[in-house]
């Protein structure tokens, strides 16, 4: 079972940045698809950026693409999401998660489904 824990949330203007990570309870689930999701209230859960076993395979929303850079710390066991040039429209709550299949290539990324393991969510605010 895969334990994952988001920090790096805040309130940040406009054009600010800020890094989320995710720290995995077990260094194994780095070997698997893993990807970061937002969601705000009454909306269903979007996805923003996943990245593979290789960084061959990562994949951006088109609202991040750009401005988000998605890695990984394989040492530390965390996952990091990098976000630039931030927008209002990218407040919401922002979860990590992780697959439970190991690709070597090209993976399913988009559909919550695809995930089998879910942290709690960290809160990204930007003011205007």
């Known amino acids: 079972q895969a334990h994952l824990v988001e920090s790096g949330g805040g309130l940040v203007q406009a054009g600010g940045a800020l890094t989320l990570s995710c720290v995995t309870s077990a260094r194994t689930f780095m070997r698997y698809p893993m990807g970061w999701f937002r969601q705000t209230p009454g909306k269903e859960r979007e996805f923003v950026a996943a990245i593979g076993w290789t960084n061959e395979n990562i994949y951006y929303s088109d609202s991040a693409k750009g401005r988000f850079t998605i890695s990984r710390d394989i040492d530390k066991s965390t996952l990091i999401l990098q976000m630039n040039s931030l927008r209002p429209e990218d407040t919401a709550k922002y979860f990590c998660?992780?697959?439970?299949?190991?690709?070597?290539?090209?993976?399913?990324?988009?559909?919550?489904?695809?995930?089998?393991?879910w942290g709690q969510g960290t809160r990204v605010t930007v003011s205007s």
């Open positions: 998660a992780a697959q439970s299949t190991f690709y070597s290539g090209e993976f399913p990324y988009a559909g919550e489904s695809n995930y089998a393991f």
